[in-house]
């Protein structure tokens, strides 16, 4: 199985500010690496898959990265509703997902 | 409107079979693979099972293999998830989830809202 490990675990952050959250694979993924965003209670939602393909609803304030082993999800101009959980997975192989980073407000 | 609705899930003991379901509507069932996701406590996101446009490839995660069955029903458009010998440890949200065509590994571009199943003697 392939591992997923996010950081940082959890993240403070202010309003208006940039943050780049990482994700690292145990192996190459080539580029099959998407990443998620859940709010308390929610679903989760599909932000970018393809390692950098951003989906229609996702804002352009968030951009994707990477290949391989090691990847990014950058997000500018923080907003209240950015405040989640965000998830980076693998589709590889036997997908698997990173254990996720919390993004709170400072 | 896309819509994944599950259903079925409750407090069960340790040992108890459950089924979930999930109804969905808005796209055809058939052109896209499906899994279940769960959430336990406390944790991240697992993925628990895929079962292919056809339902003739299915996959499990090695904490549900021999325990737990996928299944679809093109003609009633539902997917559904038979758990057996359920264990405290299979506590979570489950989630009924929508993959794109083209690969049976994929993501998910669709979520339901979960239903919650507890395991506890």
């Known amino acids: 199985e392939i591992v997923m490990t996010q950081s940082p675990a959890s993240l403070s952050v202010s309003p208006g500010e940039r943050v780049t959250l990482s994700c690292m694979a145990s192996?190459?993924?080539?580029?099959?690496l998407a990443w998620y965003y859940q709010e308390p209670g929610q679903a989760p939602r599909l932000l970018f898959y393809?390692?950098?393909i951003r989906t229609p609803s996702t804002p352009a304030r968030f951009t994707a990265g990477g290949s391989g082993t090691d990847f990014t999800l950058s997000i500018s101009g923080l907003r209240s509703g950015d405040f989640a959980l965000y998830y980076c997975?693998?589709?590889?192989?036997?997908?698997?997902f990173g254990q996720g980073t919390r993004l709170e407000i400072k | 409107e896309v819509q994944l609705l599950e259903s079925g899930g409750g407090l069960m003991q340790p040992g108890d079979s459950l089924t979930l379901s999930c109804a969905v509507s808005g796209f055809t069932f058939s052109n896209f693979g499906m899994a279940w996701v769960r959430r336990a406590p406390g944790k991240g996101l697992e993925w628990v099972s895929i079962?292919?446009?056809?339902?003739?490839?299915?996959h499990y995660g090695d904490s549900v293999q021999g325990r737990f069955t996928i299944s679809r029903d093109l003609s009633r458009n539902t997917l559904s998830l038979q758990m057996n010998s359920l264990r405290v440890d299979d506590t979570a949200v489950y989630y009924c989830a929508r993959i794109p065509p083209s690969r049976f590994f994929y993501f998910i571009d669709v979520w339901g809202k979960g239903t919650t199943v507890t395991v506890s003697s």
């Open positions: 192996q190459s993924v080539g580029s099959d």
């Open positions: 079962i292919s446009l056809s339902g003739g490839r299915t």
């Open positions: 997975q693998q589709y590889n192989d036997w997908p698997t």
């Open positions: 393809g390692a950098s």
